[in-house]
Every structure is written in structure tokens, then in C-alpha cells.
């Protein structure tokens, strides 16, 4: 079955970096997008950024751009997110979830909360 | 990209039918028909209800429904079950990826 399984929760300080990975099993995968989500405590959904795991091509929200570098390793079917120069509203829960091409996204990770404080 | 705007709350009694709205623009959501629906509980990951505006996934029942009409989608849970109560968001892709604002399903 379609499986993707994130790393643990992180407690960082602000200025500091954070990279979560997202193992991926059961599918092909070059075939789907993984795309990065984010939610803050009590608050909405926040899309951040999608790799396409085929070539490595990218795509990050204006919001994020150069904090934000989703990379892939294909040979263990993982792809990383990196998030730098924390500050506190960067504290959330982070998720990656696979997607389809220009359209919806299906399978979820579990979640990895990313904690900013001094 | 702004998000997509969702009521804050509905609510309705069991057996009830609640609507969602998620309203773009004319460039987003009436222009594409790459809108999807999502329910969330709390401290757990999202889960996929609609895609493609209508279409639903294997395992959602068929009292969950999404529509569009305009610049507007929507989902619609007839039959509220308690296990209902939770959020929901929408999902859109037009230039890039956004998700609506949210909406918290209270079942009275």
C-alpha cells in the first residue's frame, strides 16, 4: 500500500535550519509529484513547495522563496525539505503528500512538528 | 496567490445536509477544474474526498458530493454524521498550488 512516513518532531532556535524527510513505498515513484504542506497551530493549510521525483524539478510558494529547497534521492524513494533561517511563525506541523500533475494531491505523511523558540 | 475563501463554520443536526462553499476568481477555480476537498481531524493528516470537482475517491461514501458553479466550488455531506465534525479545505491549482481558508463542521 502507498506509504509515506516523515521524520521526527525537531525543536530548533530561530536562525537555525530544519530538513525533514518523507520516505516514500508502495507506488512508483517517478510517477507522482510530492508536494510540502504546512499547518500552524490552529490555523489552515499552507502549501509550500512540490518536486516532480522524475527529473528534480521544483516549484516553492513566493512566500518561501530562497528559505525553502526540496531535494530527492531516488535511490531510497525519499525527498527532503529544508526550511531555513527559522523564526517562530515557522512553528507548525509540516506534511508531504503525494500528488498528481497540476491537480489533486491523495496520500499524506504523518506530519512532522517543527518547534522555533529561543 | 491569495488562498481560497472558505465559510469559517457550519453546522447542522444529524442527518442534516451542510454545503462548503470555496470561491476564487475567474482566472482559478472558474477557469480549472483541478479542485479538490479535503476533511481533517484534529492532530491527524488531511484525507481526500473529492477531486476533479466531482469525482470521489474509492471508500467516500455518496453522501459526500462537490460541485462548481462560477468561480465558486463546493462540497456537500448529507446525511451529517457525527463523525463528520472536523475541517474541511479545499485545494486548487492555477499558476501555482493553493488551499482554501478552511471550515470547521460542527454537528449539533
Known amino acids: 500500500q502507498v506509504r509515506l512516513v516523515q521524520s521526527g518532531a525537531e525543536g530548533k532556535e530561530p536562525g537555525a535550519s530544519v530538513k525533514i524527510s518523507c520516505k516514500t513505498s508502495g507506488y512508483t515513484f517517478t510517477s507522482f509529484y510530492i508536494h510540502w504542506v504546512r499547518q500552524a497551530p490552529g490555523q489552515g493549510l499552507e502549501w509550500m513547495a512540490v518536486i516532480n521525483p522524475s527529473g528534480g524539478g521544483t516549484t516553492y510558494a513566493q512566500k518561501f522563496q530562497g528559505r525553502v529547497t526540496v531535494t530527492r534521492d531516488t535511490s531510497t524513494r525519499t525527498v527532503y525539505m529544508e526550511l531555513s533561517s527559522l523564526k517562530s511563525e515557522d512553528t507548525a506541523v509540516y506534511f508531504c503528500?503525494?500528488?498528481?500533475?497540476?491537480?489533486?494531491?491523495?496520500?499524506w505523511g504523518q506530519g512532522t512538528l517543527v518547534t522555533v523558540s529561543s | 496567490q491569495s488562498a481560497l475563501t472558505q465559510p469559517r463554520s457550519v453546522s447542522g443536526s444529524p442527518g442534516q445536509s451542510v454545503t462548503i462553499s470555496c470561491t476564487g476568481t475567474s482566472s482559478d477555480i472558474g477557469s480549472y477544474n483541478s479542485v479538490s476537498w479535503y476533511q481533517q481531524h484534529p492532530g491527524k493528516a488531511p484525507k481526500l474526498l473529492i477531486f476533479?470537482?466531482?469525482r470521489r475517491p474509492s471508500g467516500v461514501p455518496d453522501r459526500v458530493s462537490g460541485s462548481k458553479s462560477g468561480n465558486t466550488a463546493s462540497l456537500t455531506i448529507s446525511g451529517l454524521q457525527a463523525e463528520d465534525e472536523a475541517d474541511y479545505f479545499c485545494f486548487s491549482y492555477v499558476d501555482t498550488y493553493v488551499f482554501g481558508t478552511g471550515t470547521k463542521v460542527t454537528v449539533l
Open positions: 476533479d470537482v466531482t
Open positions: 503528500t503525494r500528488g498528481r500533475y497540476r491537480d489533486y494531491v491523495d496520500f
